[in-house]
T-cell receptor, first 111, second 113 residues
Framework: GQGVEQPDNLMSVEGTFARVNCTYSTSGFNGLSWYQQREGHAPVFLSYVVLDGLKDSGHFSTFLSRSNGYSYLLLTELQIKDSASYLCAVRETGNTRKLIFGLGTTLQVQP | EAAVTQSPRSKVAVTGGKVTLSCHQTNNHDYMYWYRQDTGHGLRLIHYSYVADSTEKGDIPDGYKASRPSQENFSLILELASLSQTAVYFC????????????FGPGTRLLVL
């Protein structure tokens, strides 16, 4: 059906990396955004992708495959403070600028 | 840095009472949005607006009204609050064409008893 899907939880180790996956099936596609949300706080924008391929932004990188309806957020050199929820959101075509959010993946970074 | 503020930050309301949540942005953005976030449902769009004096229904508008008296201000109104409206409410704003990033306010935690 229509929607944005993410795994609920992900665990990784400080100093390594974590890949947060997102799959989507929506009515049209006009870009995908990633947000970080800490417990009790608002979502904070991380990255926006609209073209296929890897977008390297240093600590956070994003990959998009429109034909597969798939994206991932890659966090490298993990720190304990990267523990948070990561939200994937797809913007549908049209003038509304509406975002369809996934439920988020809670990343836990262990020492 | 984008600036979206919300008031109040938390509120306790009684069932059947009226609740107004306010949002103010200083980004000069045309688009503003109201979301609610609940465990198990994620962020869901209630109402949005792309110009002052006009609002549009989002995905879950029932039980909510919205008001956009100016570009900077966007309110969410619960005329008859219900227990099911207990949630965290986020306001967001975004610019026009080519400026698709949504910037979120800090949220309002609403408890309806």
């Amino acid at each position: 059906g229509q929607g944005v899907e993410q795994p609920d939880n992900l665990m990784s180790v400080e100093g390594t990396f974590a890949r947060v996956n997102c799959t989507y099936s929506t009515s049209g596609f006009n870009g995908l955004s990633w947000y970080q949300q800490r417990e009790g706080h608002a979502p904070v924008f991380l990255s926006y992708v609209v073209l296929d391929g890897l977008k390297d932004s240093g600590h956070f990188s994003t990959f998009l495959s429109r034909s597969n309806g798939y994206s991932y957020l890659l966090l490298t050199e993990l720190q304990i403070k990267d523990s948070a929820s990561y939200l994937c959101a797809v913007r549908e075509t049209g003038n509304t600028r509406k975002l369809i959010f996934g439920l988020g993946t809670t990343l836990q970074v262990q020492p | 840095e984008a600036a979206v503020t919300q008031s109040p930050r938390s509120k306790v309301a009684v069932t059947g009472g009226k609740v107004t949540l306010s949002c103010h942005q200083t980004n000069n953005h045309d688009y503003m949005y109201w979301y609610r976030q609940d465990t198990g449902h994620g962020l869901r769009l209630i109402h949005y607006s792309y110009v002052a004096d006009s609002t549009e229904k989002g995905d879950i508008p029932d039980g909510y009204k919205a008001s956009r008296p100016s570009q900077e201000n966007f309110s969410l109104i619960l005329e008859l609050a219900s227990l099911s409206q207990t949630a965290v409410y986020f306001c967001a704003s975004s610019g026009g064409l080519g400026q698709d990033t949504q910037y979120f306010g800090p949220g309002t935690r609403l408890l309806v008893l």
